[in-house]
């Protein structure tokens, strides 16, 4: 299938974007470069465009012979978004209005969205089902539900087959760890760590130590980003006979901010400063998914849930990358 990987320069369009012509798709990269890395999509077909050049689009789609879209252009940053939330809905929910209505246009009626477990809030049941009443705390969550809403619409009116896939903590390096994860500025807590264990940050903060969990650190679902894009091509394939899907990606299993700090530890050989710190507001104790729904409807299974693997990934880019990629 030709697939539009838009975002395809980021950290897990880059990934998807390998992952896709490994298994005999015809990606093409579709990014604005704000955020992401031309160094990162080697010699995959790559258009400089912005998701609000509704003409480039148009052209870009028809050009390409386009049959399906994968989306994962947006702003990530949740405290940002507090602080910007016009930013966020321009880019993550007005930009995306503008590629489904181009998609429309042109006949493309298959569409895999990068969505988040930002659109549960801070749920009471754990773990987090698919079906549990969607409160997002924040524009970041916000702008998200509300793509999933318009995809819905679409999809009712006979006009889009498509699947949200909601993340939980997308991390490691795929690919045997050869593309990996390279955020200016960084917030995921993984890299964050590696940086302090690579000496290029004074010490890591743990935000509150007194949670009701085992060691009093906060707890969430890690997923590896290979796992990660392997729903993504199960979902791609179902989309020709599946109107609507809805999964959580995540492994279900929780890790403590203290484990993953422990861990690094280990997988680098490198010791570090770790400061505790007061709590966040807002920050849950336990996230964790429940993907039952993705493993039975998509036949998905994760081949990395072990943290250890997952970090090893990591450490392994970062070092080989002290510097990121080279743009």
């Given at each position: ?245 809805v999964y959580n990606l995540g492994n279900g299993t929780g890790y403590s901010v203290r484990q993953v700090i ?18 966040r507001a807002g920050d849950p104790p336990v996230l964790t998914a429940d993907a039952a729904k993705a493993r ?21 880019w970062h070092s080989e990358n002290p510097n990121g990629y080279d743009d």
């Open positions: 299938m030709k697939v539009l990987v838009a975002g395809g320069a980021g950290y897990i369009g880059s990934n998807m974007t390998f992952m896709l012509a490994q298994n005999g798709h015809e990606p093409v990269v579709y990014d604005n470069l704000s955020k992401g890395h031309r160094a990162a999509v080697k010699d995959a077909r790559f258009v400089l465009g912005d998701l609000n050049d509704r003409h480039l689009l148009v052209k870009t789609l028809q050009e390409h012979d386009i049959e399906a879209v994968m989306h994962f252009a947006a702003f990530i940053e949740v405290g940002e978004s507090v602080s910007e939330p016009m930013r966020y809905y321009q880019n993550n929910f007005c930009n995306t209005h503008n590629l489904l209505s181009a998609m429309e246009d042109v006949g493309v009626d298959k569409f895999v969205f990068s969505s988040t477990a930002a659109v549960y809030g801070m749920p009471d049941t754990i773990p987090i089902t698919e079906e549990i009443l969607k409160q997002p705390i924040n524009p970041y969550g916000e702008s998200k539900w509300a793509v999933e809403r318009l995809c819905c619409f679409l999809s009712e009116a006979d006009k889009l087959n498509y699947a949200a896939l909601r993340y939980f903590n997308a991390c490691g390096a795929g690919q045997n760890g050869t593309i990996g994860e390279d955020h200016s500025p960084e917030s995921h807590l993984i890299p964050l760590i590696i940086q302090a264990a690579m000496g290029k940050r004074e010490d890591i903060k743990i935000f509150g130590t007194d949670y009701p969990t085992d060691d009093g650190t906060c707890i969430r679902d890690y997923i590896h980003i290979d796992d990660l894009c392997k729903a993504h091509l199960l979902a791609l394939d179902k989309l020709g006979s599946e109107k609507q899907q422990d861990t690094v530890k280990k997988v680098s050989g490198k010791d570090f400063k770790v400061t505790e710190t007061d709590r039975t409807q998509l036949g998905w299974q994760t081949d990395y849930p072990e943290l250890e693997k997952i970090v090893e990934s990591a450490w392994k």
